[in-house]
Each structure stands twice: as C-alpha cells, then as structure tokens.
C-alpha cells in the first residue's frame, strides 16, 4: 500500500511558479547574460514569458516596458547557442528533465514490474533556405533540416524524438533528442533507452509506431534490450488477399496478412537489403470504424508483438493496449503550447525551443507533485484540474509583466514628425 500523500505545507501561486522554474533552468543550464540593461535572470525570464506566451523574443520585448530590447537578448542567444552546441545542449535538458522526477518514483522506475513507455518523433516546421549553398554542410542553416511528408506546407522539419512515460497520472518525458538528417531510427531508439536504462529502468514495455518497424529496430529492441515491444506495423504490398500464397503471406509485403474475417496471430518475416531478415509474432486485428453516413468501414490493424509470453495479451487486448501509446501525442500538442516561435535558422536555438517547451512540461507536472498531491492512503493522485497547463503559462507570464510591467497604452504619433 502507497504511504499517505503529506499535506502541502505552502500555497502555489504565480511567483512562486515563477521562482521554482528560474531555479531549474539556472542550474541546469549554462547561458548568461552581463549586460548592463540584461542580466541572466532577465534573459531567463524574458524566454519564459515568451514561452508562456506562445508568441516571439521580439513581440514579448515590445510588451513589456521595462524589459531588454529583443536584439540584446537575441544576441546572447545566438553566440552563446551553436550547432556545435546541440549535444551538449541535448544532454542539458536530459539531466534537468531527470532533475524533476521526485524520488518516489525514481524507486518505481527501478522496480522488478517496469513502467510503460512510448518513444515517437516530433517535427517544427521550417520554411527558410539556405542562403549560401556553396558554404560546406556544417554551416549551412539546412545542415540540422530533416525531410518528411508534406505537413504544414512543407516538407522540412527540425525534429526530436523523445522518451514518454504512460503511467495513470505520472506522465513524464523521460529524455529528449534532437534528430540530424543523416541519422536512422536505430541510433535514435539506442539513445534514448541509454538515457532511460541510466536512470534506472530496466524493464518494461515500449510502445512505437509505424515509423519505427524497421528490421533494425526490431532485430535491436529482440536481441540487445530487455523491454517487451508492442510496434504497429503499416499495410505495405500490391498482393490482393484473394490472390495471396502461403509463401508470399510468409515473406511477401503485410497486406497478404489481411485475409479472412477474423483476428489471428500469426508470424511474418520482415527483409532489409542491409539488416538482412527477421521473423517476428505479429497480431492481425480486423476492425471496424464508423463512418460519416453511420456505416462501418472494415480495416486492418497490424502489430508487431515482442517478447509476448511476458505480455501475456490476448488478441482483444492488443489494440487497447496500444492506445496508451497516444499519451505522448499529448504530450506533443502541450509542447505546441508554450514553445517559442523564431524563424532564425540557428539550429541550436530552435531546439532549445523546443526543449524548453518540454521541460516547461516536465516543470508543471512537478509543480502538481509538489504542491497539489492529494493527502490519503491508496495510489498517489494530484488535483490535475485546479492548475492546467495553460493556468501555468498566465502564472509565468503575469510574474514577469509584474516585475517589467506591460504595455497598457499607446500615445499617439508624432503628426509632425510623419508629415516630414
């Protein structure tokens, strides 16, 4: 039985939040600031009333009266925030994502049943071009740019994978990393689960998508780790069910496994010019989804199953379980909320927007461990709906209008000075 939850001995309020935020990014992070208009805490501060915000560095530095011009704190950024300075800025928020889980659940994530996690990648999309082609790869503004389906009205992205926790009411990004364009999905998914295994995790079960059901990857996460994997796999081949053999069902593309009218288990072997072969359990789901008229649409469902005596699921059990997958998805549209937006092409400082907004996350799920567990015996719980994400972002942004102070009016232009 889980010891009771002790009772919150201070009251949350906007500076606190404020202050609890600044202390994880100053110790955590090396920028600074010694100008005599911005200091470091004002250059933190004005980041986080961007974040908060939404909105640019240079629409926050107009709001705020007091605060320093947008082009001192773009400048510290920018020469302080390289591409050279990507890994160690990746690993930076690795530790202070680690820094906010509390010791409870440290203890969890070393216990014998493991957690669930689920690993996915996450695109920004990007709109700019080089502007000088013949500069070698490393300087080129590109050199970081990762090409994927059109979205958003392109097809180039700055993208991260990150590492999510599925767990009741303890949803945490376990570690972050930022994607180079000429990376595979196999140094990616070892990274991660270095960063996971490291702090303390060693079994449990790993939820990925269609991304991610590559020969590799499987032959990876079956030979080398100790998690179960549960990985959904797309519908690929020209082979009609009614034309398909037992062969081609075998070794052919997965649609010759969307045959008959009923859910099985069967295996199918997956083939990579250069990962070679692999037979794997794989779970053929037939479903149904209702149409707009109110008709249902038949489809399949497929998913790679590893490890399934440790799972022990059963056909029925397959699709609910995958669904737990989606919680990073939300984790993702959090991220959208309170990440600064920038059009630079220093790839440095677009991830570290993009990790600020995770660790914003990461931040505000503390903050309800802290200060708004539920007192009582049984499993641990947090007033979630009194301080919601988008609470939080006010909180933050009406502490730093409280110190520079906003915009509240607008004098009226100089008539002589725009007639000459």
Not at 73 to 101: I, S
Not at 188 to 202: T, Y
Request: with cysteine; charged share 20%.
């Amino acid at each position: 039985m889980s010891e009771p939850a002790p009772h919150p001995s201070d009251v949350l309020t906007d500076a606190c939040t404020l202050e609890f935020t600044l202390d994880t990014l100053t110790q955590h992070f090396d920028l600074q600031a010694n100008g005599y208009c911005c200091q470091t805490r004002d250059l933190w501060q004005v980041l986080l009333s961007a974040a908060a915000r939404g909105s640019t560095i240079e629409a926050t530095c107009h709001d705020l009266e007091e605060a320093p011009a947008s082009n001192t704190v773009r400048g510290y950024l920018n020469e302080q925030l390289t591409a050279e300075q990507v890994r160690p800025l990746e690993a930076d928020f690795n530790r202070a994502l680690a820094a906010q889980l509390p010791r409870w659940f440290r203890r969890q994530l070393r216990s014998k049943t493991g957690l669930h996690l689920a690993l996915d990648l996450h695109d920004v999309p990007y709109y700019g071009k080089a502007d000088q082609p013949n500069q070698p790869d490393q300087m080129q503004p590109e050199h970081w740019v990762c090409r994927g389906q059109a979205q958003a009205g392109t097809t180039r992205f700055y993208r991260c994978a990150t590492a999510y926790v599925l767990q009741r009411d303890q949803r945490w990004t376990l570690a972050v990393t930022f994607v180079h364009p000429q990376e595979s999905l196999l140094a990616l998914v070892q990274r991660l689960l270095e960063q996971v295994r490291s702090l303390g995790l060693r079994r449990g079960c790993l939820y990925l998508d269609k991304a991610f059901c590559t020969v590799a990857v499987l032959t990876y996460l079956q030979e080398q780790t100790p998690f179960a994997a549960l990985v959904a796999t797309p519908v690929r081949g020209k082979v009609t069910p009614q034309k398909a053999k037992p062969d081609q069902a075998e070794c052919g593309g997965t649609r010759a496994l969307c045959q008959g009218r009923a859910s099985y288990w069967t295996h199918h072997t997956f083939r990579s010019p250069s990962a070679g072969a692999l037979r794997v359990p794989v779970a053929v789901l037939r479903t149904w989804t209702l149409r707009r008229d109110g008709k249902r649409h038949w489809q399949w469902l497929l998913f790679v199953v590893l490890r399934q005596p440790r799972l022990k699921l059963r056909l029925t059990q397959v699709r609910e379980r995958y669904r737990r997958r989606f919680g990073i998805e939300s984790s993702y549209r959090l991220l959208e909320q309170v990440r600064i937006r920038t059009t630079s092409p220093n790839e440095a400082l677009r991830f570290f927007c993009m990790g600020l907004a995770l660790l914003l996350g990461s931040v505000w799920i503390a903050l309800h461990w802290k200060y708004l567990q539920v007192r009582g015996s049984g499993p641990r719980r947090v007033a979630r709906e009194h301080f919601t994400l988008e609470r939080m972002a006010r909180f933050l942004s009406r502490a730093v209008e409280a110190i520079y102070g906003a915009v509240s009016c607008v004098p009226p232009p100089n008539v002589k000075s725009a007639i000459y």
